[in-house]
């Protein structure tokens, strides 16, 4: 196993910059550049030398393995955070026989040796990608251990009811109870219902770690550029009195409530004979149908249109320009009544957009589903399940065939199992460092 480091601070000028160490050579790496002979986990500084010449006085950590991150041994070493030292100090490490670390390869290295599993592995990207608070908790609780203790649970449901079905395979003669393996039944049953629920609750923890997305629908000259930039604090959309303005998707991204947001303003609902007013609006259409909040914007003397035909019940309806003049209502929508001219209104629609999202986005329970490997892992469980429970009145060997495949799926998430080919896939995504 070769030794690595890397840059564990941002690049650049700055204060204090942070060389991290993992493997074998790790002392010896020490030694040669004059800081041998280190406390462990405590910080003593040092002169950093090599070739007879001076690196830097650096403050040292030392944090023999298996306790460490990555479960071999490790440093760090707090430099000035001149370009130059660092420089200087990694050219030493390569010298010394060190080699750059790959994205990841200090977590996966702690994956390997058995300090977190992958599911916590993936935390760590989470919780250092994170930008507002509800993604820094869910990246914390996962890491914590949230989500693997969810799936060991539903792991530990299959392997009992794994294990009554085996029973009566491998041990036909002995004295147990006839028919062993159909008392699984009521354990599948409730694994099933669990599954399901987890699946029907899939998107909560997509949302509050990818952003939850809001759209602006409406007629043409609606007002809809013109919240945009009021919801975003800035300039971002042209706004003229000239209908059809906006002729492609603009989103931003924003905190609301503490939630991630990602708020996109489209093109006005019309038919048009125009080409490219014509795929604006196939493309707000298409972004509207996946949003998961969308925002009908109405000005007054708006008909009832293409908008009105194209809009949801569960939609807000946000009545705009009411400093010109009284807008109209719709008693299937609920409405909040604005003016980005004035600013009445404003802040009643940030709280309900807060409300809405505590409402979609809080639960009582730690989502099952933070990415889409965790998705397409329970769904297979859960096709392998309901096939079990099948055959379980039928064949229970072949209700073990199926339990079995939906224990695997299972372990992939926390990389209990056969995890090979995921691994690349999941610690490319890391920074240096890390």
């Given at each position: 196993?070769?030794?690595?480091f ?28 004059g ?6 986990r405590?910080t ?13 006085q ?6 023999p ?10 440093a760090e070493?707090h ?17 010394l ?36 608070t ?10 914590d251990?949230?989500l ?5 649970g ?11 079905v ?23 049953d ?11 609750d ?6 509050v ?7 602006l629908i ?9 919240l945009?930039?009021?919801l975003?604090?800035r300039?971002?959309?042209?706004v003229?009195?000239?209908?059809g ?7 931003a ?15 006005g ?16 259409r ?27 019940p569960d939609d807000?309806?946000v ?23 004035t600013?009445q209104g ?18 009582a ?13 329970l769904?297979?469980a ?11 009145d ?11 495949r939906?224990?695997d799926?299972?372990a992939r ?7 090979e080919?995921?691994?690349?896939e999941?610690?490319?995504?890391f920074?240096?460092?890390?």
């Amino acid at each position: 196993m070769s030794t690595i480091f890397a840059l564990a601070t941002p690049p650049g000028r700055g204060a204090i910059a942070i060389l991290r160490l993992s493997g074998p050579g790790t002392d010896a790496v020490l030694a040669a550049l004059g800081a041998g002979r280190l406390e462990p986990r405590l910080t003593s500084l040092r002169t950093l030398t090599h070739d007879g010449t001076v690196i830097d006085q650096a403050l040292v950590l030392r944090f023999p393995g298996p306790h460490s991150y990555t479960g071999e041994d490790c440093a760090e070493l707090h430099l000035h955070g001149g370009r130059a030292v660092v420089e200087a100090a990694s050219s030493a490490l390569i010298a010394l026989g060190l080699r750059p670390a790959d994205p990841g390869e200090f977590t996966r290295r702690a994956f390997e040796n058995g300090r977190m599993d992958l599911a916590q592995a993936e935390a760590v990207a989470d919780l250092i990608d994170a930008e507002t608070t509800a993604q820094a908790a869910q990246a914390l609780g996962q890491l914590d251990g949230a989500l693997s203790a969810t799936y060991g649970g539903f792991r530990r449901d299959l392997l009992t009811a794994l294990a009554l079905v085996e029973a009566e395979i491998d041990f036909p003669d002995e004295e147990i109870p006839d028919n062993l393996a159909r008392t699984a039944g009521p354990v599948l049953d409730r694994l099933t219902a669990d599954l399901r629920a987890a699946l029907s609750d899939a998107d909560r923890g997509r949302r509050v770690r990818e952003g939850y997305r809001i759209v602006l629908i409406g007629e043409t000259n609606a007002g809809k550029s013109s919240l945009f930039n009021a919801l975003v604090s800035r300039e971002a959309a042209i706004v003229t009195p000239i209908a059809g303005t906006t002729r492609d998707v603009l989103d931003a991204e924003l905190v609301i409530g503490g939630y991630a947001v990602t708020l996109s303003d489209t093109a006005g609902l019309r038919d048009s004979d125009d080409p490219i007013e014509a795929e604006g609006v196939r493309r707000a259409r298409a972004r509207a149908a996946d949003a998961d909040l969308r925002l009908w914007v109405r000005a007054p003397g708006d008909p009832e249109g293409v908008a009105a035909g194209f809009a949801r019940p569960d939609d807000l309806l946000v009545l705009t320009k009411a400093d010109l003049a009284a807008p109209g209502t719709s008693p299937d929508h609920a409405a909040i009544t604005l003016s980005t001219t004035t600013g009445q209104g404003l802040a009643e629609l940030h709280d309900w957009i807060a409300a809405r999202l505590a409402d979609d986005l809080s639960g009582a329970d730690f989502p099952a589903v933070t990415r889409e490997r965790h998705r397409l892992r329970l769904t297979e469980a859960l096709t392998a399940v309901e096939a079990g429970r099948i055959a379980l009145d039928i064949a229970p060997e072949m209700a073990a065939d199926d339990l079995r495949r939906a224990a695997d799926a299972l372990a992939r998430v926390t990389g209990a199992i056969g995890v090979e080919d995921v691994l690349g896939e999941v610690f490319s995504t890391f920074c240096i460092g890390k």
